[in-house]
């Protein structure tokens, strides 16, 4: 029975099929059957110790410094549906965790951690969102389907010099015939600072293929004081040159917000979770936009951009010099083209 529209979300829940649910963690590392809750305590020093195998001996691993652990590497076809994981935040921008769908050598998936749950700055940010959770305290969670037809693997990256202790995650996923035609989930992290005589942060560019966008995450570090989202996101589609085929009406407007926000909010589609200044330091923003009912289609190219804007004396737009942090998210059908370098650990560091 192939995997239908019905079966990725509510209305397939009465449907039964021939599909097997598999889940990968610490205590099940491969996700086989029956493969769960099989080490044994080590040592006087661990808690499972008087209780024996079985009894919680291997609920989390340790990211060493330097290293690539490989999360998820699924043989066959099928769909990841949810991805859970808890972390330090000191996790957040220093470890990159990578996607790769059936053999492909180049990664559909390539995010700081946190951006890619949309915790950017290093920070903790509380979101109920249908794509993306985040839970007291600090539970990531990911709803977003990952279709796969012969393979899924999922990496993480400590760029740390020092261990991250205490990594926890579950990753699960059913193994069925899918149709030939899904596309398979990308998303790609991006930071740079605005310039005042070019005020543009580039989401993405250079997509090639056919595919949807569905997602928009930022992490905004503000530079100056007022207002500063009179900018307007764009998106060249199918070959668009000098003007967009799709033009926003303002930063807080693509967001579904009006009028400056006035305060956080966190909803099932779109949200403003985070705004934060202290003291002397500079505020930050994340915001958040999900496609859900309304992906935005592309068939040969997809370039999206958005400005950096605020306002002048006298009524004249200011161009800001603001850092912007974004995540892209999109399907497409494979093969897509290849990542721009991912910024290094020390342009990554929260300001």
């Known amino acids: 029975m192939l995997l239908n529209n019905r079966q990725f979300?509510?209305?397939?829940?009465?449907?039964?099929g021939d599909f097997e649910?598999?889940?990968?963690?610490?205590?099940?590392?491969?996700?086989?059957?029956?493969?769960?809750?099989?080490?044994?305590?080590?040592?006087?020093?661990?808690?499972?110790?008087?209780l024996g195998k079985g009894w919680k001996v291997r609920p989390c691993i340790t990211l060493q410094p330097g290293t690539t652990t490989t999360l998820a590497d699924i043989t066959g076809?099928?769909?990841?549906?949810?991805?859970?994981?808890?972390?330090?935040?000191?996790?957040?921008?220093?470890?990159?965790?990578?996607?790769?769908?059936?053999?492909?050598?180049?990664?559909?998936?390539?995010?700081?951690?946190?951006?890619?749950?949309?915790?950017?700055?290093?920070?903790?940010?509380?979101?109920?969102?249908?794509?993306?959770?985040?839970?007291?305290?600090?539970?990531?969670?990911?709803?977003?389907?990952?279709?796969?037809?012969?393979?899924?693997?999922?990496?993480?990256?400590?760029?740390r010099d020092e261990a991250i202790d205490g990594f926890f995650y579950q990753i699960t996923y059913a193994l069925g015939s899918l149709p030939a035609d899904l596309g398979t989930f990308h998303a790609q992290w991006r930071i740079g600072m605005t310039r005042r005589d070019y005020p543009e942060h580039i989401i993405l560019e250079g997509i090639r293929g056919n595919g949807q966008y569905v997602g928009t995450y930022l992490a905004w570090v503000q530079m100056s004081d007022g207002w500063w989202g009179e900018g307007e996101i764009k998106f060249y589609l199918d070959g668009d040159q000098e003007s967009p085929t799709i033009c926003g009406t303002g930063t807080e407007d693509y967001f579904c917000g009006a009028w400056g926000f006035g305060e956080p909010f966190t909803g099932p589609y779109t949200g403003y979770p985070l705004w934060q200044k202290e003291g002397e330091r500079?505020?930050?923003?994340?915001?958040?936009?999900?496609?859900?009912?309304?992906?935005?289609?592309?068939?040969?190219?997809?370039?999206?951009?958005?400005?950096a804007l605020g306002w002048w004396p006298g009524g004249k737009f200011q161009p800001l010099t603001d850092e912007i942090a974004s995540v892209g998210y999109w399907y497409q059908q494979e093969p897509h083209a290849p990542f721009p370098q991912l910024a290094s650990r020390n342009e990554r560091l929260p300001r």
Request: proline fraction near 8%.
């Open 21 to 50: 649910t598999r889940s990968i963690s610490a205590e099940n590392p491969t996700g086989e059957r029956a493969g769960g809750a099989k080490a044994t305590p080590q040592g006087q020093r661990d808690p499972a110790r008087e």
């Open 9 to 16: 979300g509510l209305g397939g829940l009465p449907v039964l």
């Open 282 to 307: 500079v505020p930050k923003h994340g915001l958040y936009r999900w496609h859900i009912m309304d992906p935005i289609r592309f068939h040969t190219d997809l370039k999206v951009t958005i400005q």
């Open 77 to 159: 076809c099928g769909l990841i549906q949810h991805i859970w994981i808890t972390v330090d935040p000191k996790a957040y921008r220093d470890c990159i965790v990578r996607m790769f769908w059936d053999g492909e050598e180049t990664p559909s998936v390539e995010v700081p951690l946190g951006d890619f749950f949309a915790c950017g700055h290093g920070l903790r940010t509380r979101i109920t969102s249908l794509a993306i959770a985040v839970n007291p305290s600090g539970g990531f969670n990911s709803y977003w389907p990952m279709p796969f037809y012969r393979s899924a693997r999922i990496t993480v990256e400590n760029q």
